[in-house]
């Protein structure tokens, strides 16, 4: 079992289960990445990834310096919706318009929702 990292939150266990079987149906191409969210208690990360090539097109997070200032005074949800604008602001200076969005296990609730909506604020269809 090299490689194998044991969860022992119960939670997390669930989460990662959910994230392979919908892995199982998404991909992203160079054309239509996977938008890919992930939260953490504090943050909130987002990355358009090519699964062909196995490259990162473009990342935002509410920790960019970019951010700093519009983040100032922002609740989690704010913080979230201003870093799905972000993503999609960089995907569309690459002339990327549509993605696949990828919730990564979570619920489409809350911060990953906002995200969402973020990026389709800039822009991105999907």
Known sequence: MA????????????RQRRKVHIRLSLSGTAARPR????????????????????????????????????LEGKNKKERAKLVGKAIGAKLLAKQVTTVVFDRNGYLYHGRVAHVADGAREAGLAF
């Open 3 to 14: 490689g194998h990292v044991k969860i022992v939150n119960p939670q997390e266990r669930k």
């Open 35 to 70: 938008l890919s969210v992930f939260r953490s208690a504090k943050h909130i990360y987002a990355q358009a990834v090519d699964d062909v090539s196995g490259q990162v097109l473009a990342a935002a997070s509410d920790l960019e310096a970019a951010l700093k200032g519009e």
